[in-house]
């Protein structure tokens, strides 16, 4: 018998068809899907939180003194920075993003790492 699990939730999720006959490697296909449909739904909440957190970014150019363009995970953004400290294109940063909030970031420093 096939069986089609949904798991509905503001995130409609299809976890995959499975054939149901008692058979161990089935069980264990619908265990790892289910756990990763956990993890999705994880990652979509943990998107929605207000929370701080920090990027790498490469600069990729100086607009002026306090504003750089900004490499991150392969997308560049033009940033300001939060200190007096001036960077050249090349450098490694960190990036706050307040409340995370895409549109709120700014640069605080050169990577110590």
């Not at 979509?44 to 929370?51: A, F, G, P, T, V």
């Not at 363009?69 to 940063?93: A, H, P, R």
């Amino acid at each position: 018998m096939k069986s089609r699990i949904i798991i509905s939730t503001p995130l409609v999720l299809k976890v995959g068809e499975f054939i149901l006959n008692n058979n161990i490697s089935n069980e264990l296909k619908l265990q790892q899907k289910i756990l990763e449909s956990v993890n999705i739904l994880i990652n979509e909440k943990n998107k929605e939180q207000k929370h701080n957190r920090t990027e790498e970014g490469i600069i990729t150019e100086v607009i002026s003194s306090d504003t750089y363009n900004v490499n991150i995970k392969s997308n560049v953004y033009q940033i300001k920075t939060i200190n007096s400290e001036t960077y050249n294109v090349g450098d490694s940063i960190l990036v706050l993003i307040l409340n995370n909030n895409f549109s709120k970031k700014v640069i605080v420093g050169k990577n110590p790492f």
